[in-house]
């Protein structure tokens, strides 16, 4: 059963938590998957990372890895290890096929280890508005409406996207269930931070967006949850018996 947050904050604290507490008191290996120039989990306080990005760019600005790896998560086979705990966030939606991604990180996963797959929903508002608009849009919105006059440059978001439904809870855990992993955590949260951004530029916009989103779920008898727009998923592979 998923757990749902206000915010993507909200729903990170909760991931914190269970990892924090999982890891207290030991030294963690971790797999960044995407690894750019910041961390998703420098919360937990003795890490060894390794990073791994297809773009070379991207692994030479990286500061907090020891080890960088340039290869495409979708076909590379040549990790030397398995990880505490591999992080898969905002990663996947700008993937062809992340499916073969997720299969291969799953074997990278240590007996007692944790996979954290985050990102957009696919089949929420702002998900399938990103999937089915060109990029162009996508841009428009980033420096009209939410005030990012470097968006779309090289090196700032918005990233082409594909966005494919394989990426969605119900896909994931059943991937999951399959490759022996259990499902600890799947938390769906608002997106706030468009929120805020719209509320700053316009209180109106901020307005019809919520009132789009109730209306949007009335309409589906309750059955969508459209405004539920960002996802944390968190998967252990068990210890041996």
């Known amino acids: 059963m998923d757990q749902r947050y206000e915010s993507l904050e909200a729903n990170w604290a909760a991931v914190e938590g269970i990892l924090g507490g999982a890891f207290r008191g030991r030294r963690v290996e971790v797999l960044e998957a995407g690894g750019g120039s910041s961390t998703n989990v420098g919360f937990l306080p003795d890490v060894e990372f390794t990073a791994i990005d297809i773009s070379p760019e991207q692994i030479a600005r990286n500061t907090y890895a020891r080890h960088g790896i340039v290869a495409d998560l979708e076909s590379f086979d040549g990790y030397r290890q398995r990880y505490d705990l591999i992080v898969l966030n905002d990663v996947l939606e700008h993937?062809?096929?992340p499916e073969?991604?997720?299969?291969?990180?799953?074997?990278?996963?240590?007996?007692?280890?944790?996979?954290?797959?985050?990102?957009?929903?696919?089949?929420?508002?702002?998900?399938?508005?990103?999937?089915?608009?060109p990029h162009g849009f996508h841009v428009w919105v980033y420096r009209a409406l939410l005030d990012q006059p470097t968006?779309?440059?090289?090196?700032h978001a918005p990233f082409k996207t594909f966005l494919r439904f394989s990426?969605?809870?119900?896909p994931i855990a059943r991937e999951a269930r399959a490759a022996g992993l259990e499902i600890v955590h799947v938390g769906l949260s608002k997106a706030s931070w468009v929120i805020e951004g719209l509320r700053n530029k316009s209180p109106v916009l901020s307005g019809a967006y919520s009132l789009l989103m109730q209306i949007l779920r009335v309409l589906s008898l309750g059955l969508w949850?459209?405004?539920?727009?960002?996802?944390?998923?968190?998967?252990?592979?068990p210890e041996p018996a």
């Open 100 to 133: 073969k991604a997720i299969e291969r990180l799953m074997k990278q996963v240590s007996p007692g280890g944790y996979l954290l797959i985050g990102g957009p929903v696919p089949t929420s508002f702002k998900g399938l508005l990103t999937k089915l608009t």
């Open 167 to 170: 990426v969605t809870p119900g």
């Open 151 to 155: 968006a779309g440059l090289p090196g």
């Open 95 to 97: 993937m062809n096929a």
């Open 225 to 237: 949850h459209p405004e539920l727009t960002d996802m944390l998923i968190l998967l252990k592979r």
